[in-house]
């Protein structure tokens, strides 16, 4: 089969095109997927680069990919609830920028919803879902973002506004619509934010969701006043210096089956907005994670295979 695989950390330089990769065979309780569509993440870039060893070791050759979206191919032992040909989307076990892989936690696709925003489903909404419920945000607060306009941050917009809080993004100018549209109040990140923040929300920020990364806890923690409990970062790896916690991805797998299921069900229904950036063939992924890594996409980038 096709696939995308690397054998040391480096830069996209390191992903190989290859039209020889074995097929997996699903073991008990798992499903083999002919996938239809992969989304990017800015994890996929660091586990190439190796910087997040210490919560996702590597084994190589490694094929990279988390979510995914397509038909099922084959069943193990024990799987129950899903037949060859079932459309489904969620995590995989064996990466996902393959032709084929094999997956533990998914959910049916809507037919309502396209391959594309399937696949643009399970890493965003499980991890904005996740550092909303860790910051235990009550209707009324304020929260700040940084970096809203990405996948995670425009997720996190959308359900922490439908819970009644105020959101104030950070973003570049050119995503300040974008961000007003989905609810929030946009500021350009940068030199003097935490006075921008203030003008913005002058009843002051209760709680922070780091999706950025780029010396964004000092500020955070100013304008909390301290409440280091109330900051949780997915960006920054110099978390544990300046003791704010690091949330990585952590799939729970009946949780991750609900999450699935209600984001799939508020996307068909038009009541989340799920903005694809671009889509790139598979032998393509050097350039999508190149992209990925520059931290100026405003929504997903999606891989067909």
Known sequence: MEAITYEEFGGPEVLRHEAGVTVP??????????????????????????????????????VPGLEFAGTVDALGEGVTGVEAGDEVFGWTTTGAYAEYALAEVFVPKPAGLSWERAASIPVAGETAQRVLDL???????????????????????????AAGVTVVGTASARNHDFLRGLGAIPVTYGEGLADRVRA?????VDAVFDAAGHDTLPVSIELTGGAKERIVTIAAVDAEEHGIAFSGVTVDPPLARTWLTAHARLATEGRLRLDIAETFPLKEAAKAQELSESGHVRGKLVLLP
Not at 27 to 37: I, L, S
Not at 200 to 204: K, N
């Open 135 to 161: 910051l235990a945000l009550k209707e009324g607060e304020t929260l700040l973002l940084h970096g809203a306009a990405g996948a995670v941050g425009a997720l996190a917009v959308q359900f922490a506004v």
């Open 200 to 204: 913005a929300a002058p009843q002051g």
């Open 25 to 62: 065979e699903p073991g008990a309780g798992q499903v083999r997927v002919k996938v239809a569509a992969v989304g990017v993440n800015p994890l996929d870039h660091k586990r190439r680069h190796g910087w997040v060893e210490a919560f996702y070791p590597t084994t190589f050759p490694a």
